[in-house]
């Protein structure tokens, strides 16, 4: 991004680890100045998890990361109607640490500021593309003012609109399943500590909520193609045996999150959907209303 003509800031950050540990990592970040000093934030992990396993983290969050930069050089001179920062985030995978580390540092004038907060995670791999909004009840995010909480789904619904108008697939809402309303979504990636703050985000991902997967239809079960399954039986969108299955049809954390893997299984998916994502990221940040 140097090259592109952005100066890079750097964030140092520790954190606790699950056993207790001092660990360091750093987000990374450039800011695209624009007409108003509104901001839209545009955030992505960068570290991966599942490394035992065989995973590369190319679609979690390779992927994403890929999307922001094709984003980043697409603008470079270009000046936008709302002040963009775009944030690659350190140590997602073991606890939301990077984005935690990030809305520590925002001042309320800078909170005040901030319009959006669109979350690229995992945009690639899945067989279906959605785009979420924070869930209504404050109660499934660890605020800890629960009162500047926002569910406001202004961004998600731009986002699928702007979607919508050709060049692209189409992104989809998820369909409701148990405790979680259409379209709506928990606080297990980097949008939660900015809804936390009453900023509106929406969250991108490439998944599947129609396979009824391990825990249900929740969209940890990302493919129905029947080399990610031990034995998918379409019929039950779900595991012949479910007693038995092993694999669930999951992408990310495991040996198939790599790109020889994904091109063998499914040519050309995982560069059309980052392409789509980065069209509709570029859509969206031109014309946010």
């Given at each position: 991004?140097?090259g592109?003509?952005?100066d890079?800031?750097?964030?140092?950050f520790t954190?606790q680890?699950?056993?207790?540990?001092?660990?360091?990592?750093?987000n990374l970040?450039v800011v695209i100045?624009?007409?108003?000093?509104?901001?839209?934030?545009v955030?992505?992990?960068?570290?991966?998890?599942?490394?035992?396993?065989?995973s590369e983290?190319?679609?979690?969050?390779?992927a994403g990361?890929?999307?922001?930069l094709?984003?980043?050089?697409?603008?470079k001179?270009q000046t936008?109607?709302?002040t963009v920062?775009?944030?690659?985030?350190?140590?997602?995978?073991?606890?939301?640490?990077?984005?935690?580390?990030?809305?520590?540092?925002?001042?309320?004038?800078e909170?005040?500021?901030?319009?959006?907060?669109?979350n690229?995670d995992t945009?690639?791999?899945?067989?279906?593309?959605?785009?979420?909004?924070?869930?209504p009840?404050?109660?499934?995010?660890?605020?800890?003012d629960p009162?500047r909480?926002?569910?406001?789904?202004?961004?998600?619904d731009?986002l699928l609109?702007?979607?919508?108008?050709?060049?692209?697939?189409a992104?989809?809402?998820?369909?409701?399943?148990p405790?979680?309303p259409q379209?709506?979504t928990?606080?297990?990636?980097d949008?939660a500590?900015?809804?936390?703050?009453?900023?509106?985000?929406?969250y991108?991902?490439?998944?599947?909520?129609?396979?009824?997967?391990?825990?249900g239809?929740d969209?940890y079960s990302q493919t129905?193609?029947?080399?990610l399954?031990?034995c998918?039986?379409?019929?039950?969108t779900?595991?012949?045996?479910?007693?038995a299955e092993t694999q669930?049809?999951?992408?990310?954390h495991?040996?198939?999150?790599?790109?020889d893997?994904?091109d063998?299984?499914f040519p050309?998916?995982v560069q059309k959907?980052?392409?789509?994502?980065?069209?509709?990221?570029?859509?969206y940040?031109?014309a946010?209303?």
């Open positions: 991004m140097i592109w003509g952005y890079v800031t750097r964030q140092p954190y680890d699950k056993k207790g540990a001092t660990m360091s990592s750093e970040s100045p624009g007409k108003s000093d509104r901001i839209i934030v955030g992505a992990h960068y570290d991966s998890t599942g490394e035992t396993k065989g983290g190319a679609t979690d969050n390779g990361v890929t999307a922001l094709a984003t980043a050089e697409a603008l001179g936008l109607p709302y920062r775009i944030l690659f985030f350190g140590a997602e995978e073991n606890g939301l640490n990077g984005s935690k580390a990030y809305v520590a540092t925002l001042t309320n004038d909170v005040s500021r901030i319009k959006a907060m669109v690229y945009i690639a791999g899945g067989d279906i593309l959605y785009v979420h909004s924070a869930h009840d404050v109660a499934e995010y660890e605020c800890a009162g909480y926002s569910f406001d789904p202004k961004v998600r731009r609109a702007l979607s919508a108008t050709g060049g692209m697939d992104y989809q809402l998820h369909p409701a399943f405790g979680y379209g709506e928990g606080d297990w990636s949008h500590g900015f809804a936390c703050l009453g900023i509106p985000v929406a991108v991902e490439a998944t599947n909520f129609t396979i009824n997967g391990h825990d239809y969209g129905t193609n029947p080399a399954w031990d998918y039986d379409p019929a039950t779900s595991a012949c045996d479910r007693t669930w049809g999951k992408i990310w495991t040996q198939y999150d790599r790109l893997k994904m063998e299984l050309g998916r959907q980052i392409a789509d994502g980065t069209e509709l990221l570029l859509r940040l031109k946010p209303e």
